[in-house]
C-alpha cells in the first residue's frame, strides 16, 4: 500500500497548487454555513412579508441533500483536473508501469478522495445540518456519496479527452441534484421520470419512514453500482 500512499500524497500536493481547486475543497464548509445562518434568517423574513407560517422550513432537508450530494462531486472536479493532466502529459502511461499499477493509481485517485469527501461532507452536515436528518440517515448519505463521488469522476474522466472538455463535463454532473428536486417538488407519477437518477431514490429514502423508503434505499444503491461497474469499464478503455 506504500506506493498508493506516496502516489495519494503526491495528488493531494498537485491538487493545492491550484487557487480555483483549493476553493473548490473549502466550499461544502462555505455553503454549509451559508445555509445553516442564511437559510432560517431568510424563513423568518419571507414568513414575516408572507404571514405564511412557513416557507423555507419543510425544505430544508432538501439543503442538507444537496450538500451531502455536492461534495463528492467537488472533490471529484478537483481530482479529475489532476488526472486529465496526468493522462495528457504521459505521467500517467510512466505510473501504471511502476510498482504502483493501474489499480494504485486508481485507488490513489479516485477511491481514496472520494472517501474524504464523503467523510468530509457528513462532518460538515453533522454540524451544520438544518433539518431532523437522523445519524443513519447521515452516514447512509456518507456511504452513498462516496461511491457516487466514483463513478462519476470515472465517467466524465472516460468522456473527456482533456481538461477542457473535462470541465465542460463536469458541469452536467448538476444534473444529480435533479433527483431530489423531483422528489420533494413533484407530487404525481411524473416523477419517477428522474427514478433513472440514484439521488432521486435515496431523497425518497429519507423522505419515506416505511417498507417504500427502504426499497428506494435498496434501489439507490443498486442503481449506484450499476453506474459504477458502467463508468469502471469505460474509464479502463481510457487510460
Do not use: H
Not at 445555509?35 to 405564511?52: D, N, S
Not at 422550513?57 to 451531502?68: H, N, V
Not at 438544518?130 to 447512509?140: G, P, T, W
Not at 457516487?148 to 470541465?167: F, H, M, P, R
Amino acid at each position: 500500500m506504500k506506493p498508493v500512499y506516496i502516489a495519494f500524497s503526491r495528488f493531494i500536493r498537485e491538487i493545492f497548487k491550484d487557487a480555483m481547486l483549493i476553493a473548490i475543497t473549502f466550499l461544502p464548509v462555505f455553503l454549509g454555513l451559508l445555509f445553516k445562518f442564511g437559510v432560517p434568517f431568510a424563513e423568518a423574513f419571507l414568513t414575516a412579508k408572507t404571514e405564511m407560517p412557513q416557507v423555507l422550513l419543510p425544505y430544508y432537508m432538501l439543503f442538507d441533500l444537496t450538500i451531502i450530494f455536492a461534495t463528492p462531486v467537488m472533490f471529484g472536479y478537483a481530482g479529475l483536473m489532476v488526472i486529465l493532466e496526468e493522462r495528457d502529459t504521459g505521467v500517467l502511461n510512466y505510473l501504471a508501469v511502476t510498482p504502483l499499477g493501474m489499480k494504485g493509481y486508481l485507488l490513489s485517485r479516485l477511491v481514496l478522495i472520494s472517501a474524504i469527501a464523503s467523510v468530509y461532507g457528513f462532518a460538515v452536515e453533522l454540524f451544520l445540518r438544518l433539518s431532523d436528518l437522523s445519524l443513519v440517515q447521515l452516514l447512509l448519505g456518507c456511504v452513498f456519496s462516496f461511491f457516487t463521488g466514483i463513478w462519476l469522476v470515472c465517467l466524465i474522466g472516460a468522456l473527456a479527452s482533456n481538461k477542457v472538455e473535462g470541465l465542460a463535463f463536469s458541469k452536467f454532473s448538476g444534473f444529480l441534484i435533479l433527483g431530489p428536486f423531483a422528489a420533494f417538488f413533484i407530487k404525481d407519477w411524473v416523477k419517477y421520470l428522474a427514478g433513472i437518477l440514484p439521488t432521486f431514490w435515496f431523497t425518497e429514502f429519507c423522505l419515506n419512514q416505511n417498507a417504500y423508503g427502504i426499497a428506494a434505499l435498496a434501489v439507490s444503491f443498486a442503481l449506484t453500482a450499476a453506474y459504477i461497474l458502467f463508468a469502471l469499464k469505460k474509464i479502463a478503455k481510457r487510460v
